[in-house]
Each structure stands twice: as structure tokens, then as C-alpha cells.
């Protein structure tokens, strides 16, 4: 399916082909400290199908674990998370469901790094409800 993503400020907008059986949670250390959050939800761009619309991210490069290094891209205004690329810039590209239009339609179908996992994100029922703050 054919997604569109935006930083929260729209300074940076891009779209993209993906597969919406590939939504996963990443609950490594990484994602948590890059996101500010319990974990990350993460789409796999088809290859070649990712196309910047407007805007110029900032990029930061983590090496991960297995040593790959990685390309962090954020807004540079508002420091939304928008994706993430190898060094080379290459086909492949990892989008930020919480920051594509369709993400209501993307729910996730597996959880990776689960040994990392904070227990008390895993099971969100029981918790007190409200419509708004
Ligand atoms: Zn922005
Ligand atoms: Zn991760």
C-alpha cells in the first residue's frame, strides 16, 4: 500500500510503498532512547519506493549491536523521528508508523528484541482510560 509520512511541524513529508504484514515493535534499548518512549513502531519501505517530498532531515548514525551501522533521520525543526537508512543512503528505508497518515490501518504483527522488552509496556489493560488528558 502506498503510505504518507510527515514530521509533527510538516517541514519534512515523503512517501512510500509497504507491505502492511511487515509492522513490527522494536523493543530494543536503542528505540527507547531514540524515541523517548517504551519502544518503536517501525515499517520496512519496499526497496527503491521511498521518495522525500519536501524538507531536509537531519541524520544521526548509530552502530548497532551486530556492528551495522545505521542512519537516524529526524526533523531538524521539530525533532520528530521520520526514518532510518543505511550510510550509503540505499534502497532501504525504515519508516515510523506513528508518523504516516495511514497508521490506523498498521497494526503491528510481530515484536523484535523482546529480551529488552520494559514488562509493563507489553500489557497496557487494566490501566485508567480517558477520552482526553
Ligand atoms: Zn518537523
Ligand atoms: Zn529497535
Same mark, same amino acid.
Given at each position: ?68 551501522? *545505521? =542512519?537516524? @533521520?529526524?526533523?531538524? &525543526?521539530?525533532?520528530? +523521528? ?6 550509503? #543512503? $540505499? !534502497?532501504?528505508?525504515?519508516? *515510523? =508508523?506513528? @508518523?504516516?497518515?495511514? &497508521?490506523?490501518?498498521? +497494526? ?6 523482546? #529480551? $529488552? !522488552? ?16
Amino acid at each position: 500500500m502506498k503510505v504518507h509520512g510527515r514530521c509533527h511541524c510538516r517541514f519534512v513529508e515523503y512517501e512510500a510503498e509497504a507491505d502492511p504484514a511487515k509492522v513490527a515493535i522494536c523493543h530494543c534499548t536503542d528505540c527507547q532512547a531514540l524515541t523517548g518512549s517504551a519502544y518503536r513502531v517501525m515499517l520496512p519501505a519496499e526497496p527503491g519506493s521511498f521518495r522525500l517530498l519536501h524538507g531536509e532531515p537531519t541524520h544521526y548514525e548509530k552502530t548497532a549491536e551486530s556492528g551495522n551501522r *545505521r =542512519v537516524h @533521520a529526524f526533523c531538524p &525543526r521539530c525533532g520528530s +523521528p521520520v526514518y532510518s537508512t543505511t550510510p550509503e #543512503r $540505499s !534502497a532501504n528505508y525504515t519508516l *515510523r =508508523v506513528g @508518523a504516516l497518515d495511514e &497508521r490506523h490501518q498498521l +497494526p503491528p504483527r510481530r515484536r523484535i528484541w523482546c #529480551r $529488552s !522488552a520494559l514488562a509493563w509496556s507489553t500489557n497496557l489493560d487494566g490501566l485508567e482510560q480517558r477520552e482526553r488528558q
